[in-house]
């Protein structure tokens, strides 16, 4: 069992903000910014590195995360995140991009 490929499926509603062909922008249910979007793939695989063995659904998933963070108003700076294994904070093994904005980030990330 997969939380996002569940929401995927439209077992679990999701508050989307943007969709393509190949990926699905939705708004983060614990959001840590004013603006806090995830973006993932369709497709299922366990993190954002794995996801470079299909370069095209890669591509799509960054480039969604601009298109959004455009869209929000962020171009003044916005963090594009992909925390990948448990020691770095990821928690669903799907692939995600996390698009943070709306307030000043400090560096470096806790
Ligand atoms: P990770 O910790 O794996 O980098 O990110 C997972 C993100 O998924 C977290 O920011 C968490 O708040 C979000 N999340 C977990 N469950 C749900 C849910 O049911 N709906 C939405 N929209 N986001 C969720
Ligand atoms: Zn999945």
């Avoid at 497709?43 to 954002?48: C, D, P, Q, T, Y």
């Avoid at 969604?64 to 108003?73: I, K, R, T």
Wanted: net charge negative; aromatic share 6%.
């Amino acid at each position: 069992m997969c939380l996002f490929c569940d929401m995927l499926e439209g077992k679990i509603p999701m508050d989307v903000v943007r969709e393509t062909g190949q990926s699905v922008a939705f708004r983060d249910i614990n959001p840590q910014a004013p603006t806090h979007v995830l973006v993932i793939p369709r497709r299922h695989v366990e993190n954002l590195g794995a996801l470079a063995e299909y370069p095209e659904e890669l591509a799509d998933v960054v480039a969604l995360g601009a298109s959004v963070a455009e869209e929000e108003g962020l171009e003044a700076g916005f963090r594009m995140v992909a925390n990948t294994g448990e020691l770095a904070g990821q928690t669903v093994f799907h692939a995600h991009l996390h698009v943070l904005g709306g307030r000043r980030m400090a560096w470096p990330p806790g």
